[in-house]
Every structure is written in structure tokens, then in C-alpha cells.
């Protein structure tokens, strides 16, 4: 199989290339300067051009473009960036795959789709929520228009929090945890849809290679946990406790909006992935825990 990455360089596709090419794929990426290797292509998503042989002969397309979602307050500005980094790129990407006729689009997404939906269980056929992150994801989806209306197979990836070794959420909270100051946030019984790097980058392999699978779907673990139940699988597997609690209002006023999604969460469920017989390799949150920090 021939596969395009756009956003190659973050922590899920720098894995995901790796997985690839280990299973002895073809695999270009592209990029956004001078192309400096032969498996590189060179793209600019604000004028739309695409080097001319890049999607050639490719059996799909996989974007998981977009500036960081937690790594900035959300000014008004950061706001624009988050939407424009993901839903520009993507319109080039769906059209281009659209005129070139690849069969396959696996784009980015979030469970943020969903908005703060409480303890109740949400599957992919749940409602988008009303939030900004919500929004944002809602717009990020409807900007693969172009691929669906070519008959192309449109696979949307609404990730869970991945848990990595190389950063992500764990890089943010494991030197917390490591000076004593880990805690659950506000109440902690706001769900974290999380999932293991190796499932993440395994469901988007398992994705591309099922024709019968299109549309939404979850890339979280079986078993969403709460924040505290979080809190204390992460304390117990680095051996340090976990005995603070964030209030809400604190961390309202450290991370401004960001600090909903935090207090809010979604109890996600990988329904398609477990409807088509994928197999997860942590499937508790204690052995994908365990497996990220002992890599």
C-alpha cells in the first residue's frame, strides 16, 4: 500500500510512518518546506498547491494536521489558528484527493465532538456538542466534503487523549507527579476517553485496511475512566501519590477556556472499532499506562 501522511512530524504520525514502513508500506509525507529527502513532497495549504506527483499512484491519504490543542491559552487569536491549521488543510487535502481519485481519506478529528457529555456513554452516532472545541472539530469533518462527493472512502479519526511516552498528556503531567503535585481536577468524575500510542496508530492502520468502514470513528480505549480513577492509575504505575485536588476555579483562572475541557470530558466508546473485530493491546488504562511509562 501507497500512504500519503500529512502531519507526519507530530506524535501520532511520527509513529504512525514508523508502523508503516516496519510493515514494509510505501509511505510519502508531506511537507510544508523544500523537500529535503526522497520520501518528502512538498504542499502549501494557503495557495492550495500540492507537488505534482504527490498523490500518484497512492492508495490513501492519512491528515492529521493542526497546531496543538492544549499547548496555548485560548486567545482569540489561538482560536483562529486552531481552526485555520486544520480545516484549511484538509479542504486542499479532500479536494486534491478527490481529483487524483485515491481511493482513501483517514482525516484527523476528536472526541471534543461531542462537547461535555457527562457520565453518559456517547458511540459515533452521538450529537455534536455546542462548545468551541466542538465546533472546531464539527467544521474539520465537514471540511473532507469534497472526497465524499467523489465516492471517496472518508474515514474521520476522532482521537481520545493519546497516552505516549514522547509527550502529549502524559508530558504534562508526569513531571507534575514526579515533584509530588499530582491531583485529581475539580470533582474528577469528568470522563477521559483515553487510548495507548500503539492502539491509536494500530486503529488507523485497522481503518485503512477495512473498505467496509467509513464515516466517525472513536480512537479511545474500551474502558474510559474517570479523572480521579485516572489520577490514581497514573500515581500508582509512577509510585508517587496523588493526594491533591485542583479546584475548578483555579484552573479556570491559569487556563482560562481551555480549563472546560478539562473539567468536562466525554465517556467515548470505540463502538465501530469493536464492531469490525479490532483487538486492543491495552485495553485498561493501567497497562496502557504502564506500557507509556515504561518505554
Not at 492550495?48 to 500518484?56: H, Q, V
Not at 473498505?211 to 480512537?219: A, K
Not at 492509575?233 to 480549563?259: H, S, Y
Amino acid at each position: 500500500m501507497r500512504v500519503v501522511v500529512a502531519g507526519s512530524s507530530g506524535l501520532i504520525g511520527t509513529s504512525l510512518v514508523a508502523a508503516l514502513r516496519q510493515a514494509e508500506h510505501d509511505v510519502l509525507r508531506l511537507v510544508r518546506r523544500l523537500p529535503a529527502a526522497p520520501d518528502e513532497r512538498g504542499w502549501d495549504p494557503e495557495t492550495g498547491k500540492i507537488d505534482a506527483d504527490a498523490l500518484e499512484g497512492a492508495d490513501a491519504v492519512v491528515n492529521l494536521c493542526g497546531a496543538g490543542i492544549g499547548d496555548k491559552r485560548w486567545t482569540p487569536e489561538r482560536k483562529r489558528l486552531l481552526v485555520h491549521s486544520r480545516v484549511r488543510p484538509t479542504e486542499v487535502l479532500a479536494e486534491a484527493v478527490a481529483e487524483q481519485g485515491v481511493p482513501v481519506l483517514a482525516n484527523g478529528s476528536a472526541v471534543g465532538y461531542y462537547g461535555n457529555s457527562g457520565s453518559k456513554p456517547v458511540t459515533e452516532s452521538g450529537e455534536p456538542g455546542t462548545d468551541f472545541l466542538a465546533d472546531l472539530c464539527r467544521r474539520w469533518e465537514a471540511a473532507t466534503e469534497a472526497a465524499s462527493r467523489a465516492g471517496v472512502r472518508v474515514v474521520l479519526l476522532r482521537s481520545g487523549p493519546v497516552l505516549s511516552p514522547a509527550g502529549g498528556l502524559l508530558g504534562q503531567l508526569r513531571p507534575l507527579f514526579a515533584m509530588l503535585l499530582g491531583g485529581r481536577l475539580g470533582d474528577g468524575t469528568q470522563y477521559l476517553p483515553w487510548i495507548s500510542l500503539d492502539d491509536e496508530v494500530a486503529a488507523i492502520r485497522f481503518v485503512l485496511d477495512r473498505p467496509e468502514i467509513s464515516g466517525p470513528v472513536n480512537l479511545t480505549g474500551p474502558a474510559p475512566v474517570t479523572n480521579a480513577e485516572f489520577t490514581r492509575a497514573l500515581g500508582e504505575v509512577l509510585g508517587r501519590p496523588a493526594p491533591w485536588i485542583v479546584p475548578g476555579f483555579a484552573l479556570r483562572a491559569v487556563l482560562g477556556e481551555i480549563a472546560e475541557q478539562a473539567l468536562g470530558g466525554q465517556r467515548a466508546l470505540p463502538t465501530m472499532l469493536e464492531a469490525h473485530g479490532f483487538t486492543f493491546q491495552h485495553p485498561s488504562v493501567g497497562s496502557a499506562l504502564a506500557a507509556a511509562v515504561s518505554s
